[in-house]
């Protein structure tokens, strides 16, 4: 089938990779232009546009896509004589004119992280996390030009565990969303409208995001430091220094669980007062330092219980 692709982060690699390899032609990529990065904020090119050139197909990269945006004609006029099948779109980041949803003979299929309507929007993932679901998943979408709100042709669920964080679910979701398009492109299921029940949304994820409010449950705690790791992290400050939390787990049934306001140091090896009880460190990084197990930072760090994070 001759096809476009149009993606971004890693999230996007592992269903352009498939698509190639199940022998589409994939005759164009569409990415997030090159971003300054790193300490010397050279332009680094995204992911799937790194991809793209080791597996030798073009790439185009422009900053917007609506009508009205600098040589927007240009690129519309490009993206038509492409004379495409269909759009493959996972997490590109720009928004899609109707115009151009419609040029593919068969649209633009979107691959979605999450089980629609349940969580549409930018952050999915960390979102099913966040709030505790038990399980989430990816939705291939037939693309209209609201917000996550086109009709449902694959969905596919993943479990939510305890102890699953954003990578682990991000990988899953990538390799679930690679097999249900392969799947949608060749079996071509009838449309499903959405639901208008359930619908909820993911906002955009900021750093503020990441500050740990020890005054919420246990919990809570727990699935924001596996939620938003590795980005936008987590952190507490103690003392001057600002800690980011890598990862954390409830110590049940600790004996100093639950003593001390929320934000105590109970003992001498990073266990933490909450609302409810008390989440113990494992992994955390100083300012300046690499992230480090806990005992390698209490190695050269003096902790004493009734120190609070904050």
């Known amino acids: 089938m001759r096809l476009a692709f149009m993606g971004t982060p890693d999230f996007a690699v592992v269903a352009l990779r498939a698509l190639v390899a199940a022998g589409h032609d994939v005759v164009c990529v569409y990415s997030q232009p090159p971003r300054p990065a790193g300490r010397g904020q050279k332009q680094k090119l995204s992911p799937v546009h790194e991809a793209a050139e080791q597996l030798g197909i073009a790439v185009r990269t422009p900053a917007k896509l609506r009508k009205g945006a600098p040589g927007w004609e240009a690129e519309w006029e490009a993206f038509r004589a492409l004379d495409l ?6 997490a590109y980041g720009l928004i899609l004119p109707q115009a151009v949803l419609d040029m593919p003979r068969r649209g633009c299929l979107n691959i979605h992280a999450s089980l629609l309507p349940r969580w549409r929007g930018a952050a ?11 399980e989430s998943g990816v939705t291939i979408m037939q693309m209209d030009a609201g917000l996550d709100t086109g009709a449902m042709l694959l969905r596919g669920a993943v479990p939510i565990t305890n102890t699953t964080t954003a990578p682990q679910l991000h990988d899953a979701l990538a390799e679930l969303g690679a097999a249900l398009v392969l799947r949608a492109l060749a079996e071509n299921p009838p449309p499903v409208p959405q639901p208008d029940e359930g619908v909820t949304y993911a906002a955009k994820l900021s750093r503020d995001d990441g500050r740990i409010d020890w005054a919420r449950s246990t919990a809570e705690i727990d699935r924001q430091i596996r939620a938003l790791n590795p980005w936008p992290g987590t952190f507490s400050h103690l003392g001057g220094d600002v800690l980011k939390i890598h990862a954390a787990y409830a110590d049940v049934g600790h004996p100093d669980e639950g003593r001390g306001q929320p934000g105590t140091v109970l003992d001498d090896a990073l266990l933490i007062a909450t609302a409810d009880g008390a989440l113990r460190i494992t992994r955390l990084q100083a300012p300046g330092r690499p992230a480090m197990a806990a005992s390698a930072f209490l190695n050269g760090r003096k902790i004493i219980p009734g120190m609070q994070l904050a």
């Open 85 to 90: 099948d269909v759009a493959v779109v996972a």
């Open 124 to 134: 999915p993932i960390q979102a099913a996390i966040l709030a505790g679901d038990a």
